[in-house]
Each structure stands twice: as structure tokens, then as C-alpha cells.
């Protein structure tokens, strides 16, 4: 196995058990969800907002999705396979984690434009679909790409986190070689 491969396996064994250890502790007397979908519906329209100034910022002000956030959350990314050194690839474990996740992607990207096309969810999952696109800081590449981030909810509190783009325009953009496919 690639030390690359092995850096990823134990940062996302260690990520699951830390989510767990720490979930367990949590305060009990949050929300749960209801027959109604009440607390979730709540959620969604928290994360739709934060999406909402997260764009209208051009990308400087995602407070908004520190808010949401469980300390233990998971966060991952589709990068975290094909760019394992990468910055912003992941996967981050716990809010503290993500908050460097957050200033990495400031020190690096710069957000040109974020549209919201649809915030859908059933069950414990929203997802939130998009366009997003971002110059590069360094290549000045720009990268124009869907966005489908994926979160999961517990207690009225986002514990995982799954973000889908276009990789290979992500490895266009940060002139990173694009492996052909056998």
C-alpha cells in the first residue's frame, strides 16, 4: 500500500473514532427529530441561509456553518482519494479541524461565484446542490464546477459532511497531473 494510501486509511479510522467516542457525551438535550420533520426542516433552512451569505461574501464568511456544526463532526471530501497531500482534501475530524479546512481553502481559492440550485433532505440528510467557481491563488486557474455537499444530522447538529466536485477540473486548476484511466 502507497504511504499516501496508509496516511488516508488512519486518518479516517481515527476520524470515526473520535466522532464516536465524542458523540457519546454529548448533551442529551437537544433536539431529536420529529414525526414532522420540524428540526430538520430548521436545519435545512440554518444551511440554506449560510450558503446564502457564504456566496454573497465571495466565500469569506462561513461562521454561519461553524454554527451548525457537532464538535465531533466528520468532514470529507471527494479530493481526499486523489489528492491525499493536498490542503483541503481531508478528510477533518472535529470542528477545530474544519475550521482549518475553511482557512485553507481562503489562503488558496478565491470564490468568484456560489449559486444555490436546490436544498433537499429527507430522513436525517440535506443535501445542498450548486455551482461554485474559484481562481486559484497561485495558478490563477479558475475552476468552474457542480457542487453537491451532502450532511448528515443528528440532535440538530450536522455530524457528517461529504462534499462531491469536479476532480479532475480541481486538478486542472491547481496543476496537479491528472491520472489516465487504464
Do not use: N
Not at 486518518?11 to 414532522?36: E, M, N, S
Not at 456553518?65 to 457537532?70: A, G, K, P, R, V
Request: proline content about 4%.
Amino acid at each position: 500500500m502507497p504511504a499516501a494510501a496508509g496516511q488516508i486509511l488512519s486518518r479516517r479510522f481515527a476520524c470515526g473514532a473520535v466522532a464516536k467516542r465524542k458523540r457519546t457525551v454529548l448533551d442529551a438535550a437537544r433536539p431529536k427529530h420529529t414525526k414532522d420533520g420540524s428540526v430538520v426542516q430548521d436545519f435545512r433552512d440554518r444551511l440554506e441561509a449560510a450558503y446564502d451569505a457564504w456566496g454573497e461574501s465571495g466565500g469569506t464568511t462561513p461562521a454561519q456553518f461553524f454554527e451548525l456544526m457537532d464538535e465531533a463532526i466528520e468532514f470529507h471530501s471527494v479530493l481526499e482519494r486523489e489528492f491525499p497531500s493536498d490542503a483541503v482534501s481531508g478528510p477533518f475530524c472535529g470542528k477545530a479541524a474544519v475550521i482549518g479546512y475553511w482557512t485553507a481553502i481562503a489562503e488558496s481559492w478565491e470564490m468568484l461565484s456560489s449559486r444555490t440550485e436546490a436544498v433537499v433532505g429527507e430522513g436525517d440528510r440535506i443535501v445542498w446542490i450548486g455551482r461554485v467557481r474559484w481562481r486559484h491563488r497561485r495558478t490563477l486557474r479558475e475552476l468552474e464546477t457542480p457542487k453537491i455537499d451532502v450532511w448528515t444530522v443528528w440532535q440538530d447538529r450536522a455530524i457528517r459532511y461529504y462534499e462531491m466536485i469536479d476532480s479532475a477540473s480541481y486538478a486542472r486548476a491547481v496543476e496537479h497531473p491528472v491520472r489516465e484511466q487504464a
